[in-house]
């Protein structure tokens, strides 16, 4: 089993800056690929940037040149430093990873954290 804790959330003014941590620990043995998505009241669950298998990095237009994913791979821990924060940016984040296991046998999983809540008013 893996768990996924985020922290760093909170109540920000627009042009303010947040810095939000997941950290993965459990049955590990590989983080496959990890990032961040967000769910805006009434709205689809959206990928705002990740890390992928091949160690690039994504993030979708509207946060582009605000928010940078970072991480650290000793820690199996992901950032996310959002600068330039707008009320539309406003969410619950959650973490996800593709985790590879060997728990009797190999397999690769996607697990989510339990959401933190960004708000950001104008």
């Known amino acids: 089993q893996v768990q996924l804790v985020e922290s760093g959330g909170g109540l920000v003014q627009a042009g303010g800056s947040l810095r939000l941590s997941c950290a993965a620990s459990?049955?590990?043995?590989?983080?496959?690929?990890m990032g961040w998505y967000r769910q805006a009241p009434g709205k689809q669950r959206e990928l705002v940037a990740c890390?992928?298998?091949?160690?690039?990095?994504n993030y979708t237009d509207s946060v582009k040149g605000r928010f940078t994913i970072s991480r650290d791979n000793a820690k199996n821990t992901v950032y996310l430093q959002m600068n330039s924060l707008k009320p539309e940016d406003t969410a619950v984040y959650y973490c996800?990873?593709?985790?590879?296991?060997?728990?009797?046998?190999?397999?690769?999983?996607?697990?989510w954290g339990q959401g933190t809540q960004v708000t950001v008013s104008s």
């Open positions: 996800n990873a593709d985790v590879l296991s060997l728990v009797g046998i190999w397999n690769v999983r996607s697990y």
């Open positions: 459990g049955s590990i043995f590989r983080v496959n690929a």
């Open positions: 890390f992928t298998s091949g160690g690039t990095t």
